[in-house]
């Protein structure tokens, strides 16, 4: 378990909800990932996403997916990819990544409370 935060440290961490528009391979990466465009509603907009996800999903299952990235992070440039989120996600028993989403649909934007 990492060292105890504050409340108000959480409340720094912005998470949101947005749904993948659009999802490509990422061959250009180091790892195997997928390039993502996620739209987060109105007030954020669409934002870039790189996301090592390749072994429990293909792109074309993903587009239409709702997913919790932080949108807060600076912009990371990962090759050619200049990634605005960092979409979230668990390892499994082998350590290949399974995305965190919501048990139900909520609107794009919204913030993890």
């Excluded at 749904?19 to 465009?37: D, G, S, W």
């Amino acid at each position: 378990m990492a060292d105890q935060i504050s409340y108000d440290d959480f409340e720094r961490v912005d998470i949101r909800v947005g749904t993948i528009v659009e999802a490509a391979p990422f061959p250009e990466a180091r790892k195997p990932a997928y390039k993502l465009l996620i739209d987060f509603g109105p007030e954020i907009g669409v934002k870039k996403s790189s996301a090592q996800i390749t072994v429990h999903y293909a792109p074309e299952e993903l587009v239409g997916r709702q997913v919790m990235a932080v949108v807060n992070f600076p912009p990371r440039q990962i090759g050619p990819v200049r990634s605005e989120v960092l979409t979230l996600g668990f390892e499994d028993e082998s350590g290949a990544i399974v995305l965190a989403g919501t048990g139900k649909p909520v609107p794009n934007g919204k913030k993890l409370m």
